[in-house]
């Protein structure tokens, strides 16, 4: 599956953005694949357009997913004061091209992508 092989090498990556993208496609990954089999589908192309992209918020949500959990996917505020909040769902460009984050922000959105593995990887059994 895409999501173990995409958490297993956010493992590999020694922490910082790419560790995190890796992270976060993961996460996309495993959700999007549970709601495949949930919807029994064979694959993403199969998908209704509205859970074709990123927005973990949304998958989370037709998964019925905590709502404690989906309510915390919130923006993380940027480091330079120029810039505004990043969506949870645009997280992953932040850490592709190279957008500093407030640490405790990030560190929040982490720990809510590692939860969403946990409940990815118990959905899927894998």
Request: hydrophobic share 40%; aromatic share 6%.
């Amino acid at each position: 599956m895409s999501f173990k092989a995409q958490k297993e090498a956010s493992s590999a990556v020694q922490g910082g953005a790419a560790a995190a993208l890796l992270l976060f496609y993961s996460a996309e990954c495993g959700l999007k694949a549970a709601l495949i089999e949930r919807l029994g589908l064979r694959s993403t192309s199969q998908l209704p357009p509205e859970f074709r992209s990123h927005d973990l918020q949304r998958l989370a949500k037709e998964l019925r997913l905590a709502p404690q959990l989906c309510g915390r996917m919130r923006p993380c505020a940027s480091l330079k004061e120029d810039k505004g909040p990043v969506p949870f769902g645009d997280l992953h460009q932040a850490w592709r091209y190279g957008h500093a984050l407030k640490k405790d922000h990030e560190e929040q959105a982490l720990a809510v992508l590692h939860e969403l593995l946990i409940w990815c990887q118990r959905e899927l059994r894998a």
